[in-house]
């Protein structure tokens, strides 16, 4: 089963100003937050039937794609966001769209190096904490902003054994880059989902590895 990085995916507009925002504490020893919303909405510039968008670095998925992604193995938190189009075209001006904020839950196990370096591990909620080293901050650039992925990124690389056949999951480091599987892809390349071109979704094949960081074909 291929896997690929999800880096990217058009930014259209932004999270309304009517949208509360709240961060809601899950560990009081490592003060770990969840980000909750309340009349929550997205005002986009413009919208030409995208059906995977972002805005505050976090992902969002229609309707139409939020029925194929709930016929697989996908394992995520969604949250209902109306939409309000700024310059809605003759073909979508009287459709009440509704999009979804998703949250992946399904976490692997993968080699972090070179992107992240491990600094702790809460003694309560046993959360771990990483941050991004320099390689991981250059092979996360968005290539929606030049059209093209980068040269030579560093590689995400997961332990196949701690696959239990999600279609798509984050690994420890609980960063917002989940790895997809050829499943998901399909399911994007069915709805017409423009893939590694600019104003389309950006993947970036990734490696199954064992554990002593040999790739598995």
């Avoid at 938190?77 to 979804?100: C, G, M, R, W």
């Avoid at 390689?135 to 590689?155: Q, R």
Wanted: proline share 4%.
């Amino acid at each position: 089963m291929n896997i690929y990085i999800l880096l990217s995916a058009p930014v259209l507009g932004e999270v309304s100003a009517i949208t509360e925002k709240e961060r809601i504490i899950l560990c009081e020893n490592c003060n770990i937050k969840e980000l909750t919303f309340k009349n929550a909405s997205l005002l986009l510039d413009k919208w030409n039937g995208e059906d995977l968008i972002s805005a505050l670095g976090q992902f969002f998925i229609s309707e139409r794609l939020k029925a194929k992604f709930d016929s697989l193995e996908i394992g995520y938190h969604a949250t209902s966001f109306d939409v309000i189009l700024k310059k809605p075209s003759e073909k979508y001006k009287n459709q009440s769209l509704k999009f979804y904020r998703i949250i992946f839950k399904n976490v692997c196990r993968g080699f972090l190096d070179p992107w992240f370096e491990f600094i702790s591990k809460c003694e309560v909620c046993e959360r771990e904490k990483w941050i991004m080293d320099t390689d991981g901050y250059t092979s996360s650039a968005n290539p929606n902003l030049v059209g093209e992925d980068i040269k030579n990124p560093a590689p995400r690389n997961v332990y196949k054994n701690s696959w239990k056949g999600e279609n798509a999951f984050l690994l420890q480091d609980e960063y917002n880059f989940p790895i997809v599987t050829q499943s998901f892809v399909d399911i994007l390349v069915e709805l017409g989902v423009k893939i590694n071109k600019k104003g389309g979704v950006w993947l970036r094949p990734t490696d199954w590895i064992d554990e002593n960081k040999n790739i598995i074909e």
